[in-house]
């Protein structure tokens, strides 16, 4: 078992942190959006768990995966901001 330790902990960080393939990642991000758009008490743990991810993704993924998860999120991000 691989243990994180992270300073700031939010409960969405930590849900995408623990996550270990780029489709689950893409799914996770995928199903917080609704929350963040219909929940707005959660949006900035959300905002702030995605700037963590995109700064701090993980090696063991291919460019292409994390591309996509890039790509994911900067998605998610613009729909959050309309």
């Keep these: ?13 930590f849900i995408l942190f623990l996550i270990r393939t780029g489709t689950i990642i893409t799914a996770a991000i995928n199903c917080l959006l609704p929350l963040a758009r219909f929940r707005p008490i959660f949006l ?19 460019s292409f995966q994390q591309k996509n998860i890039e790509r994911t999120l900067k998605n998610s991000l613009v729909v959050m901001s309309k």
Excluded at 1 to 13: F, G
Aim: glycine share 0%; no cysteine.
């Design 1 to 13: 078992m691989e243990i994180i330790t992270i300073t700031h902990v939010t409960h969405a960080s």
């Design 44 to 62: 900035p743990s959300i905002v702030e768990s995605f700037i963590l991810l995109s700064q701090n993704l993980p090696d063991h993924l291919s």
